[in-house]
């Protein structure tokens, strides 16, 4: 996966160019993960919501976070290393009931002992991100946890057989798959958003995107639109409360610009309605 990883070396300098909220972190370590708590927290009360991040500087995704008010505890893991060093941490369902366990902990530490339980779990990831993600996604108490997915230009995929062919294996999609139909069915949120860029040797996100929503019957409507920070789009899919966004650029910047833009993204999963048939579906037509 060489174009993952040329963004791996570019991940440590990533920034973000908006003004955002002024909003200062106290960070403590959670295993290989990261906790980012507001520094206001203990006089602020304490927040419910938990959001887990995978791949990205923890300064960019702090500033992200930050963006959208800090709405919660942040806890971003990333890994040196490309998609199998997430699915290798994530491998053993233990880890992850052991990391929110782990969490819990910190954050009652933090709050002087009150008596604070997570609430409603968010789970964004950002490129290579998606190997943790396809396993939590395997293991039935992760999905029950989860309650919106955001997967920033991040689901990537082998091919079942010739590479020739670009046929998207659908077994490793399965649980992104199973994923999107709850969400379809408005029981989860989830929002995947790919830019155009084209990798060698697998599926690429926008491949990926287009095999969700062929999954689902649907069919993405062509959208040329400017988000904020310049994301320019190019098409887009909702069916209950999945939403598929397609952005313009093709360079590794417009495939970073998913990170830095995490924010938006974040904000408009929590924020968005739920949105029915949007596009041409299947179910539409019969």
Known sequence: MAFLAVLALLLGAASSSFA??????????AGKAV??????FARGGPPTAVWLHLHGAIATVEQQFARIGAPGVLVTLTLPGLSKVYADHFADERVFAELLRTVTDLVRAQAGGAGWEPGELTVS???????????????????????TLVMADSIYCGYAGPIAERRVDSELMAGFTRYA???AEGKRRMLVTHSAQVP??????????DFLIATLGGRRVTESGRWDDGLVTTGRFAQGRLEVVGFAGVEAKDHLQHLRSLGVFLARAKSAPAVFNHGDTEARRR
């Open 20 to 29: 955002a909220e002024e909003v200062r972190f106290v960070r403590a370590s």
């Open 35 to 40: 906790v980012s708590l507001r520094e206001d």
């Open 125 to 147: 990831s950002f490129s290579a991100g998606f190997g943790g993600v396809r396993q939590l996604l395997r293991q039935p108490e992760a999905v029950e946890r989860i309650a």
């Open 181 to 183: 139909r709850l969400a």
């Open 200 to 209: 060698e040797g697998y599926a690429s996100t926008t491949e990926t995107a």
